[in-house]
T-cell receptor, first 112, second 110 residues
Framework: DADVTQTPRNRITKTGKRIMLECSQT?????MYWYRQDPGLGLRLIYY???????NKGEISDGYSVSRQAQAKFSLSLESAIPNQTALYFC???????????FGSGTRLTVV | AQRVTQPEKLLSVFKGAPVELKCNYS??????LFWYVQYSRQRLQLLLR??SRESIKGFTADLNKGETSFHLKKPFAQEEDSAMYYC????????????FGQGTTLQVKP
């Protein structure tokens, strides 16, 4: 079983729709992150959370919101999807010792 | 501004040739630097971090503070090294956030 699981793996949605991407982890890590990956731009940080009561905006948080439902779950929502939010989205976790991230497999989102 | 730059989108070499993936960073403090790799159809995974000074899969990277660089090197490329490589910087040791470069695709030809 994967340590960090993202659902769905692929999703096509229409402009204006609300969509939620989910991330769950069995690593027991406190820190969780959402990034989006775009060709030529690398990975950019959307939101991050250091524990259940701590949520922080990353560099490109506009148009997104998150929810940390439990230590193991961190969801990313697009309230009203737009085509330029088409991307590959990654969730990552990190332990308190600040070792490297553990990434999920990614969610490929297409907004039409 | 904190920034990581990988100047090459694509690096193509023949098997057995040396490889150097370039990474330059912009940061005023003492950075922590990483290389991540993404093989085809697999998730991103940590390749190495500068503070551990390890050699993973034959790759090494040395932090050069004078040139603000953290280039990834391997003396003899293998076909299985073909992947996307990301350089990343952690601005301070307490935040855990990573700033990623744009990525370089390494293509090792037989």
């Amino acid at each position: 079983d994967a340590d960090v699981t993202q659902t769905p793996r692929n999703r096509i949605t229409k402009t204006g729709k609300r969509i939620m991407l989910e991330c769950s982890q069995t690593k027991g890590h406190d820190r969780m992150y959402w990034y989006r990956q775009d060709p030529g731009l690398g990975l950019r940080l959307i939101y991050y959370s250091f524990d259940v009561k701590d949520i922080n905006k990353g560099e490109i948080s506009d148009g997104y919101s998150v929810s940390r439902q439990a230590q193991a779950k961190f969801s990313l929502s697009l309230e009203s999807a737009i085509p330029n939010q088409t991307a590959l989205y990654f969730c990552a976790t990190q332990g308190r010792t600040l070792e490297g991230y553990t990434f999920g497999s990614g969610t490929r989102l297409t907004v039409v | 501004a904190q920034r990581v730059t990988q100047p090459e989108k694509l690096l193509s070499v023949f098997k057995g040739a040396p490889v150097e993936l370039k990474c330059n960073y912009s940061y005023s403090g003492s950075p922590e630097l990483f290389w991540y790799v993404q093989y085809s159809r697999q998730r991103l995974q940590l390749l190495l971090r500068h503070i551990s000074r390890e050699s993973i899969k034959g790759f090494t990277a040395d932090l050069n503070k004078g040139e603000t660089s953290f280039h990834l090197k391997k003396p003899f490329a293998q076909e299985e090294d073909s992947a996307m490589y990301y350089c990343a910087l952690s601005p301070t040791s307490n935040t855990g956030k990573l700033i990623f470069g744009q990525g370089t695709t390494l293509q090792v030809k037989p």
